[in-house]
């Protein structure tokens, strides 16, 4: 889920930037796709423990990185909340049970935690177009605006490092990143952030943006 965003998306990003649904704007409910994970190695294949310990490192850093960019943004939710936030923000309005499948959770603890969210005004219920027994869970205009401004946190302190540590970002390394993400399957279009953090006159973070409709992806949370 790592991507490291590069001066080569700023086509992208002022193509992005330019659409801002209003809060009243809904998105369909998207189409479920299955998660594609690398395949399992074969019998006796050993893992490189140099690399796994990097990437070990590596994830730790990117939860204390999202947990940094939580308090920046005084966004008042837990790490688990927010993950919530985003698999909202990918997908659009979702079942409770379909939540809880994303984030790997039973259904329980994902209604319990979804509730938390409703009572905070993040979320809101609403009936499924297609069978209104169905009821989905969508962002509201004040969960959007907490998924921006942690996005736009995190995406300023990726740009501090990456330019702190500019010497290692070699072709190779981002190629790496890039199969590292796709093999865990919560890397497939790395581009559904940029409707929330990226200004079309500078590139910088804004925090007034929406996700752009029809680009779902993943992200380090």
Known sequence: MVQVPGTQRADVRRSAAGHRPGPGDERPPAARQPRQRCAAPPDGAAADE?????????????????????????????????????????????RSTDIAEELGVNPSTGTRMCDRLVRKGLIDRMPDPGDRRVVRLGLTSAGRDVVGRVIAARRAELVRIVAATAGVWQPAVIDALTAFAAATGEGGEPDWWLGWSADPADGSPDRSGDPVSGDPAGGWV
């Not at 994830?59 to 993950?83: E, M, N, Y």
């Open 50 to 94: 140099t690399v796994v310990r990097a990437l070990m490192l590596a994830s730790r850093a990117f939860v204390g990185l999202t947990l940094r960019s939580l308090g920046a943004a005084a966004a008042d939710v837990t790490l688990p909340q927010f993950r919530t936030l985003v698999v909202l923000a990918v997908r659009g309005p979702l």
